[in-house]
């Protein structure tokens, strides 16, 4: 008799088959009748051992099972049997079904259908009955009470068996459905980490809504917003007024072909920046869900790269135009400066008039030539002389040249030379980038103004130089173009729009970089990254022998 406390759905499970058993008529003999119940109990006992050999026989050509196996089945059906036995005889020793109840989840049985263990009880239950009626042949009354009985006992552990198998199956699937979920959950907790751990902006698009429902950490740092702020929000409110068209045809091609991508897209920022991107959407079906999977790559670098491979390209084929034209000029203005000269000496100052218009002529030419000298300058590839030069003291010197031109137009300076390395430049290349930047300065403030220059170490072989003013500012959209030869925004006679160009085309002789920021009535800020050691790029060769 089992004493160990049952656990809790085993005993509802037995409370549930003694309610049928008793509320549908199936227990005709109740459990009152010991004196049968144990006289059946006693009969079965003593004779299975006999039973099992003709049981075994057929059962396990029936099933299938090895000749190998039959001992050890043997074995267990005894057992089995007693436990029966032993509740047939006192129905609250309910080990028999404990037994049963663990062995339909783990045990062997459990390995097979419920149809295979039921026919191997009812054929038992069958040769146990045949045994009875040969048995008890001499009482033919008492044969039909035992096998009654027996007949009660096997319907309520069929029951049992059932409703076991198909616990023990919905336990499994159960077990099973949390695994899975379990299996989802690390699944999208390590998809959750790659999508927050990718290089890219990563952004998730509902694909009915065309709403954001997500957006990787990436994304976060990239836009200045949180996954929250961002959540319910069109997706097209990331980018630029004038490229939400072109957005939504991107999503509208990925819900269509499964994939499309596009390199003419920028992501707006909290700040209001915009952030060039390579966008490529995927459509994704995942359970429920619909969504466009945006992975957008920050193309800053390249695009300014590009930038800077078009803009040296375009310098190179106007510095051979520069040149050509330059060398053109230069004859014919000689020549027309020699006939003013003549024509000069032949009026001597007799007539006033012709005489100013000789000066303005003459005048004229050499701002000529000042123009075809910077256009040469220009294209020239310099193989001027290079030494050692302190670039602050080239700056001060610069400065104080031209101290009575930024005096006359009311210009203030400040000077914040820092601690920085000598570099190895061609002197009058250096003087030329420092007077363009600051006569450009000064132009950029016609009411005078405030003139900034700074120095400072930037990287061991870097040194940084800042020119800043609060002169007039350049629009956004002209700034990409102020490098460019022939191009000014100043007034005409002012300019001729090759000093930046100049100024460019020497910094990238010495593998420099110029950069500007401008805000219009602010000012204007040019940087300038110069490195600083050896320059082995631009080195004359060391002399044979």
């Not at 990436?218 to 929000?233: H, I, Q, T």
Request: with cysteine.
């Amino acid at each position: 008799m089992s004493r160990s406390p049952l656990e809790p759905a085993l005993a509802r499970h037995l409370e549930r088959i003694t309610g049928y058993l008793q509320e549908a008529g199936l227990r005709q003999i109740p459990p009152e009748r010991t004196d049968l119940r144990r006289t059946l109990a006693d009969f079965m006992e003593r004779r299975a051992p006999a039973v099992l050999e003709p049981w075994l026989r057929a059962i396990g050509a029936a099933l299938g099972i090895p000749e190998a196996d039959w001992p050890r089945i043997r074995e267990d059906q005894a057992a089995a049997i007693g436990r029966w036995a032993r509740h047939i005889a006192d129905p609250v020793d309910v080990e028999t079904y404990v037994m049963l109840s663990r062995h339909t989840r783990q045990g062997f049985i459990s390995r097979f259908p419920a149809s295979r263990f039921l026919a191997a009880q009812i054929r038992f239950t069958q040769l146990l009955a045949e045994d009875i009626k040969r048995e008890f042949a001499h009482d033919p009354a008492q044969a039909d009470r035992l096998r009654q009985l027996l007949t009660q006992e096997f319907q309520e552990r069929v029951l049992h068996i059932t409703d076991f198998f198909v616990q023990a199956r919905e336990d499994e699937l159960r077990r099973q459905e949390a695994a899975y979920r379990e299996e989802l959950l690390e699944q999208e907790a390590s998809y959750r980490r790659a999508i927050d751990g990718a290089p890219a902006c990563i952004l998730f698009v509902d694909a009915a809504a065309g709403t954001l429902f997500d957006i990787n950490h990436v994304a976060e740092r990239m836009l200045g917003y949180g996954r929250e702020e961002l959540r319910g929000r069109p997706f097209q409110d990331l980018h630029p007024p004038g490229e939400r068209s072109r957005a939504s045809a991107l999503w509208q091609s990925a819900l269509e072909r499964g994939h499309a991508s596009r390199d003419d897209l920028h992501l707006l920022t909290r700040r209001g920046e915009l952030v060039p991107v390579f966008a490529n959407a995927g459509y994704i079906e995942y359970g429920p869900r619909r969504w466009v999977q945006l992975i957008c790559v920050d193309i800053s670098d390249r695009k300014r790269l590009e930038s800077q491979l078009i803009q040296s390209e375009k310098m190179a084929a106007i510095g051979q135009l520069a040149a050509g034209i330059a060398h053109e000029l230069r004859n014919p203005l000689a020549i027309v400066m020699n006939a003013l000269y003549d024509l000069h000496q032949i009026l001597d100052g007799r007539n006033a008039e012709v005489a100013e218009d000789l000066r303005i002529a003459e005048e004229e030419i050499g701002r000529a030539q000042a123009i075809i000298k910077n256009l040469l300058e220009f294209s020239r590839e310099s193989g001027a002389e290079l030494e050692r030069l302190d670039v602050n003291e080239l700056l001060a010197r610069t400065l104080q040249l031209m101290q009575k031109y930024l005096q006359d137009n009311g210009v203030r300076v400040t000077s914040e030379l820092g601690p920085i390395p000598p570099c190895l430049a061609n002197v009058n290349a250096m003087r030329q980038i420092a007077l363009n930047l600051i006569t450009n300065a000064v132009q950029a403030m016609p009411e005078g103004g405030d003139l900034t220059l700074r120095t400072d170490a930037v990287g061991p072989n870097l040194i940084r130089i800042e020119v800043r003013d609060t002169g007039v500012g350049i629009p956004a959209e002209h700034l990409q173009d102020i490098f460019n030869p022939f191009y000014t925004t100043k007034a005409p006679g002012q300019g001729t729009g090759l000093g930046l160009s100049v100024v460019h085309s020497i910094l990238r002789r010495y593998q420099g970089e110029i950069r500007v920021a401008s805000a219009v009535g602010v000012g204007t800020t040019f940087t300038i990254d110069l490195p600083c050691q050896c320059h082995v790029e631009v080195l004359p060769d060391p002399p044979e022998g």
